[in-house]
Nanobody, 118 residues
């Protein structure tokens, strides 16, 4: 059974940092593109960033320069380092995976809450 489990969310003051983890299980994810998404209350889910199997990264403009995605294939884990957090970063953060370099994501985690107090 394939599973993605996010962790590391919490409450942080504006300007602070958090690191989210996404642990994958059920198969090897080293060839997958792994994405991070977030959904704030009353808003649609939005793309945050992704990392390819070749460790190329791509970020939404809203987080570029503040967030960094990395992966440890030996641990089947992807990370989202979030720095200089703002109140508008408050959301439930989800990780997702896909085997293809494009198209929909195949698997999703259950999400972890990040709350940034101003």
């Amino acid at each position: 059974q394939v599973q993605l489990v996010e962790s590391g969310g919490g409450l942080v003051q504006a300007g602070g940092s958090l690191r989210l983890s996404c642990a994958a299980s059920g198969r090897t994810f080293s060839r997958d593109t792994m994405g991070w998404f977030r959904q704030a209350p009353g808003k649609e889910r939005e793309f945050v960033g992704r990392i390819s199997s070749g460790v190329n990264t791509y970020y939404a403009d809203s987080v570029k320069g503040r967030f960094t995605i990395s992966r440890d294939n030996a641990k089947n884990t992807v990370y989202l380092q979030m720095n200089s957090l703002k109140a508008e970063d408050t959301a439930v953060y989800y990780c997702a995976s896909r085997l293809m370099n494009y198209g929909p994501y195949d698997y999703w985690g259950q999400g972890t809450q990040v709350t940034v107090s101003s």
